[in-house]
């Protein structure tokens, strides 16, 4: 059996090439960086950057593919599968960033900035991407547009005023709230998803998209599921530490703050996954998850990303969490974004259409050249 197998079946034969290329180039650039040739080191740090998307993308494929045999096993409606399940998969870089950031390098910020970056890709540049590839204009149901994406606008704002009220430690009583918040959003998904198994018809529909799915994972027992998922987790846990420090490395050597290398270099890595499924989802005129799914994400993002790590450091060491975040401008321009975003996906009768998804991605760039300002 050829050792590499499991690697070419994890990256796939074309991202394997890639991903062998990164690891030589970064080698070479750690050699070259360690002789005294200064540029050796940026080389170095942005291929791990690289690597480290690489490797979270291909495990949140798996993540999402396992999570998918679930959702058919318990008949879970897709838009409650891509707001909570698709959510959660993709998400999880951001909570092992969040993890790193608070307990590991004590810099809560980084965590919150890298979050605060990860929320403004996703409502951006997600629904952005998904609408250039999309056949068609993509109409979203109101269902997702009212309940989805109000109830992370208010979750937006929440952050905010926790920023301004606690603007210099977070404890029990912040992260508490958040998660209060979170079991608000699975409340009202479960109430939908009770009316939603009424509808036969629905019901039907949804399963016939989900055989239609392409997995990378031939699953025949929901443990195999569970343990593809587990192991997923470690390997996303695994690729954030080396996206993390390989970004505030390359930080350190530009010059550029680590809450900004958080916000602009992080996030974009850790969204990939979400990127990857709206997208897909999109190519398939399944419009509904394409966005819901940034929606869901972004509030587990917010609400269980932030608070469970505050409340583990605290378990640890009984002391709240410093909170050192001066570049507060970052969290306006997500509340901008996010009041934009609602507009675009409510006007024209709940229609995206592709100028709209361009002004999207133009609107992003300019956020990000912006904020190296802050």
Not at 77 to 97: G, L, W
Not at 339 to 360: E, Q
Request: net charge negative; with cysteine; charged share 15%.
């Amino acid at each position: 059996m050829n050792p590499l197998s499991p690697l070419i079946f994890f990256f796939g034969k074309g991202l394997f090439r890639h991903a062998l290329l990164l690891v030589g180039l970064s080698i070479i650039a750690w050699y070259i960086n360690n002789e005294g040739i200064g540029w050796g080191g940026y080389i170095q740090w942005i291929s791990l950057i690289m690597l480290s998307t690489i490797i979270i993308w291909r495990a949140g494929d798996f993540f999402s593919s396992a999570a998918t045999y679930i959702q058919n096993k318990h008949e879970i409606p897709q838009s409650i599968k891509a707001a909570v399940i698709d959510a959660v998969a993709s998400s999880f870089p951001e909570f092992c960033v969040a993890i790193i950031a608070v307990i590991m390098l004590g810099r809560a910020e980084v965590g919150i900035s890298s979050i605060v970056g990860s929320a403004l890709y996703n409502v951006l540049v997600i629904p952005a991407a998904a609408g250039l590839v999309a056949t068609s204009p993509m109409i979203i149901s109101r269902e997702v547009v009212w309940r989805d994406n109000i109830f992370y606008f208010g979750v937006v704002i929440l952050l905010g005023v926790m920023l301004w009220q606690f603007p210099n430690e977070w404890g029990a009583g912040v992260a508490l709230l958040f998660l209060l918040a979170y079991i608000g959003y699975i409340v009202l998904l479960h109430r939908d998803f009770k009316k939603s198994r009424n509808q036969e018809t629905h019901e039907i529909i949804t399963n016939e998209v989900a055989e239609d799915e392409e997995e990378i994972l031939e699953l025949k027992s929901e443990k195999k599921a569970w343990m593809w998922i587990l192991l997923m987790m470690f390997v996303m846990g695994g690729a954030s530490h080396l996206l993390v420090e390989s970004s505030l490395s390359l930080g350190d050597m530009l010059g550029i703050d680590g809450v900004i290398m958080g916000f602009v270099v992080i996030a974009a890595g850790t969204s990939v996954p979400d990127t990857a499924l709206s997208v897909i989802s999109a190519k398939k005129g399944q419009y509904d998850a394409a966005v819901s799914n940034v929606f869901g994400s972004n509030i587990f993002d917010i609400c269980v990303c932030l608070s469970i790590p505050i409340l583990l450091a605290l378990t640890m060491s009984g002391e709240p969490t410093n909170i050192d975040l001066p570049q507060t401008e970052l969290v306006w321009s997500l509340i901008g974004a996010t009041l934009l975003a609602i507009y675009f996906f409510w006007s024209n009768n709940y229609t995206l259409t592709k100028v709209k998804a361009g002004m999207m991605g133009i609107l992003y760039l300019l956020i990000i050249l912006i904020s190296f300002t802050f």
